[in-house]
């Protein structure tokens, strides 16, 4: 039988081990939470994904965009990728930096850059370190609804986070989401960040989803990435899609793919389709290529006597814009005979 002294010596063990059990427990908590005790810039770090893009403010030089210092409190805040779309510099670890500016409890700004990417503030930014990405998808995932002004910068945040769960958060809101422009932003962020893994369902949004903005909006998505089947996909919808406007984007945003095929695809489409409203756009996607291939494409809708004159008048009104000598050429032709 164990004495009152042994009793009392057992029990104060026993909470010695509960109360640093709460203590472990508690900062265990405390550092895996994201904690906006104050107003202001509040940052933290990340895993992301393989090839991560450079996200950075540049300004152009020489047609080359240039990384630069990044302002937060920039309200006219814009990045891309600097030095020729380059992704993560060799060496840097696979990370990026989310920034966030808490105000009244509520975020006002959020940023997603490089962790190599410069920034100044106007206050210090609080740093709260490396993140687990559940932890911080949650917390991202939390500020998704209802949907803010913040919310194309929270699915570019989400998108770069490495991952099954991030892409999973991805796909859902572009899927599911019961309001359009987060479907399209993360449609949108899905081509931007995630191309390859998000390939089979980009092109199912292109080709299925049963809303036109949608459908247009993925085709965009898709013309924005270097996915090989690209052209396929994007003739295919100016072909075939239901709608017209759908089939008219699809013409212009072929025309800005730079393939050398899309006059030959655009010309035998024109003569196969019948709306009038994709004629003009068709014809003004001719002139949107690089330009020999506009004015020769431009000049061969002009002389094709089997399409409607409204549509080879299109096509002299377009020659007419350019500033090619050939096209002026070609112009001056017309009113000599």
């Given at each position: 039988?164990?004495?009152?002294?042994?009793?009392?010596?057992?029990?104060?063990?026993t909470a010695t081990i509960l109360t640093l059990a709460w203590f472990v427990s508690v900062a265990h908590a405390e550092h895996h939470e994201l904690n906006f005790s104050n107003n202001g810039w509040h940052s933290w770090r990340v895993t992301a994904i393989d090839d991560a893009p450079n996200w950075c403010c540049g300004v152009w030089q020489n047609d080359t965009l240039v990384r630069e210092q990044c302002d937060l409190d920039n309200h006219n805040y814009?990045?891309?990728?600097?030095?020729a779309h380059a992704q993560t510099v060799a060496g840097e670890p696979n990370e990026m930096q989310i920034y966030v500016r808490m105000q009244d409890g509520k975020a006002q700004d959020i940023r997603t850059l490089s962790h190599s990417c410069r920034v100044t503030a106007e206050e210090p930014v609080r740093n709260l370190g490396k993140r687990d990405s559940s932890t911080s998808?949650?917390?991202?995932?939390?500020?998704?609804?209802?949907?803010?002004?913040?919310?194309?910068?929270?699915?570019?945040?989400?998108a770069i986070h490495a991952g099954k769960a991030a892409y999973s958060?991805?796909?859902?809101?572009?899927?599911?989401?019961?309001?359009?422009?987060?479907?399209?932003?993360?449609?949108?962020?899905?081509?931007?960040?995630?191309?390859?893994?998000?390939?089979?369902?980009l092109e199912r949004f292109v080709r299925q989803d049963p809303l036109a903005k949608i459908r247009e909006h993925a085709i965009f998505s898709v013309s924005q990435t270097n996915l090989a089947p690209r052209f396929e996909i994007i003739s295919d919808a100016g072909k075939h899609d239901a709608d017209p406007h759908v089939r008219s984007k699809a013409w212009f945003w072929l025309s800005?793919?730079?393939?050398?095929?899309?006059?030959?695809?655009?010309l035998q489409a024109l003569k196969k389709e019948k709306n009038k409203a994709?004629?003009?756009?068709?014809?003004?996607a001719l002139s949107?290529?690089?330009?020999?291939?506009?004015?020769?494409?431009?000049?061969?809708?002009?002389?094709?006597?089997?399409?409607?004159?409204?549509?080879?008048?299109?096509?002299?009104?377009?020659?007419?814009?350019?500033?090619?000598?050939?096209?002026?050429?070609y112009l001056a032709s017309i009113f000599d005979e």
């Open positions: 039988m164990m004495s009152r002294h042994s009793v009392n010596n057992s029990m104060l063990k814009a990045h891309g990728t600097p030095n998808l949650a917390w991202l995932k939390s500020q998704l609804h209802p949907r803010q002004s913040t919310a194309s910068d929270v699915l570019a945040a989400i958060m991805l796909l859902s809101a572009a899927s599911n989401d019961d309001n359009i422009k987060t479907r399209k932003d993360a449609i949108f962020w899905m081509g931007q960040a995630r191309a390859r893994e998000s390939a089979k369902a800005q793919t730079e393939d050398r095929s899309a006059a030959a695809v655009i994709v004629h003009d756009e068709a014809v003004f949107q290529l690089p330009e020999i291939d506009a004015v020769n494409a431009l000049v061969a809708v002009s002389k094709d006597q089997t399409l409607p004159d409204s549509v080879r008048k299109r096509a002299v009104f377009w020659l007419a814009q350019s500033k090619s000598d050939q096209a002026l050429d």
